[in-house]
């Protein structure tokens, strides 16, 4: 029987910052006070019977990545080892207790809320490249094989309607004012598996749809995603393990609606979590059939990208000086809203994108990049996609596996459905879009994806 024809190789690169760098992930200053477990830049590199690196996807343990810091990381990567931009997909987990990585802010919320470190920001693009090249210098023959499962017990839609009409995210356990959850959560559990030919190992690519926000506090971790990684490779010889969050902009940890789930945070219930998630990966795993050898010409990689126009919302001067206003305020300590925790929050965030849409005109431009390997297809987002938009875009495709990838290549902040922008709420006012971005990503996804039929 023939060998099969594509190589894999996998690296990774320990990017955890130096204390007393500002964190990312509220709106507050925190500088990093410890290490609680490291954050890494995951690579997989895959080539096809040509010896050519077709394919990178990296997985990073950050809040999100901002666009030109992305950009910047792929033109290394490309001087490094001849790849265009498009071959490359970089993906943030999306942990809240990692560093400031988006784009850089005015001075003013620099030093109230905390900002990009231009010193360490240097070397972690040098550190993904690193990653890059180093996955790449480890190809190896593999075969590839697919597995799915479901986990339901540790997501929860975090968007709810309450008595009063409104729209609230994380009401609070057990709040007699919520009238039902909107939304449906994502609980599939897919599983991507290269085994080298040679059995010296194999890589898993884990795809879920959770919010990394468990951990808190002042020190530095991957959260669920980093302790799912470990209880893995401590069930499994030889293996190594990168994670891929899917659609979970309105996706987190806490059961609202039931008081007797044990829901908590902090970093003890985050690794419980992990647990749990790995439990699932390993059920998957042990499922999937030995791999076949496969005929010399029989895989195919494809890829291909898009730069959209999304309109943004439109405002007037008087809103501005609002935003302006109530912003000073807020760094003032003076600043009130009615209602309390994310309300507050949401009204603090339209002021913020408000100043931003003031600064950037009528459109904002949004890559989206999809990725095919035989019959899984990745499909790369650069926000917090609302897991209705990452069914449409699965359900929609042409290909038997699909994922999604959110925050890649760019952090633009949320991706709501059209329902969401009309209801209100947090997310909905923490963008600077319009209704219209729920049908420009589905339908630009899917024509992408039918591209590479």
């Not at 071959?87 to 003013?108: A, C, L, N």
């Not at 972690?124 to 094989?145: E, G, V, W």
């Not at 290269?194 to 951990?215: A, C, R, W």
């Not at 789930?261 to 699932?280: D, F, M, R």
Request: glycine share 8%; with cysteine.
């Amino acid at each position: 029987m023939e060998t099969s024809n594509l190589k894999a190789g996998f690296a990774k690169v320990d990017i955890t910052p130096p204390l007393a760098v500002c964190m990312a992930g509220y709106f507050h200053r925190r500088e990093a006070e410890g290490i609680l477990d490291p954050l890494y830049a995951s690579a997989i590199a895959v080539s096809d019977a040509k010896d050519d690196i077709k394919w990178i996807l990296i997985s990073c343990d950050l809040i999100g990545l901002g666009s030109e810091y992305a950009n910047l990381a792929k033109e290394l990567i490309g001087e490094r080892l001849g790849l265009t931009k498009e071959q490359v997909m970089i993906h943030s987990t999306h942990t809240h207790t990692g560093p400031h990585t988006r784009q850089k802010p005015d001075k003013e919320k620099a030093r109230q809320m905390g900002s990009p470190d231009d010193a360490y920001m240097e070397m972690l693009i040098r550190k993904i490249a690193d990653a890059a090249q180093l996955a790449s210098n480890n190809l190896k023959y593999a075969a590839l094989d697919i597995g799915y499962g479901s986990e339901d017990s540790i997501s929860f839609i975090r968007r709810f309607r309450m008595k009063d009409g409104s729209i609230t995210t994380n009401p609070g356990r057990g709040n007699p004012d919520i009238v039902e959850p909107i939304g449906e959560i994502d609980p599939a559990v897919g599983v991507v598996r290269f085994k080298y030919q040679d059995g010296s190992g194999e890589i898993l690519i884990v795809n879920f749809t959770l919010h990394p926000d468990m951990t808190g506090g002042s020190c530095f971790s991957a959260d669920y995603p980093g302790h799912m990684r470990c209880a893995v490779k401590k069930q499994i010889p030889n293996c190594e393990v990168m994670y891929i969050n899917g659609a979970a902009g309105d996706i987190n940890h806490i059961d609202a609606m039931n008081l007797d789930h044990n829901t908590t945070s902090g970093y003890e219930y985050s690794k419980k979590v992990g647990s749990i998630l790995a439990a699932e990966v390993i059920k998957v795993y042990q499922r999937l059939a030995s791999p076949q050898e496969i005929g010399e010409d029989s895989h195919s990689i494809r890829f291909g990208h898009k730069l959209i126009e999304v309109p943004l919302r439109e405002i007037n001067n008087e809103q501005i000086e609002k935003a302006h206003n109530d912003i000073q305020s807020f760094y003032d300590g003076t600043w009130s809203v009615k209602g309390a925790g994310m309300a507050s929050t949401a009204e603090i965030s339209a002021a913020f994108q408000t100043v931003k849409i003031s600064k950037l005109g009528n459109t904002m431009s949004l890559e989206i990049q999809v990725v095919a390997l035989d019959d899984i297809a990745y499909v790369g987002l650069p926000g917090e996609v609302f897991s209705q938009i990452g069914r449409r875009i699965k359900e929609g495709s042409p290909f038997k596996n699909t994922f999604i990838s959110s925050l890649a290549n760019g952090s633009h902040g949320y991706f709501p459905t059209r329902s969401a922008f009309n209801e209100g709420g947090y997310e909905a006012k923490n963008n600077p879009f319009t209704e219209e971005l729920e049908d420009l990503l589905v339908e630009n996804s899917l024509k992408l994806l039918n591209s590479l039929i």
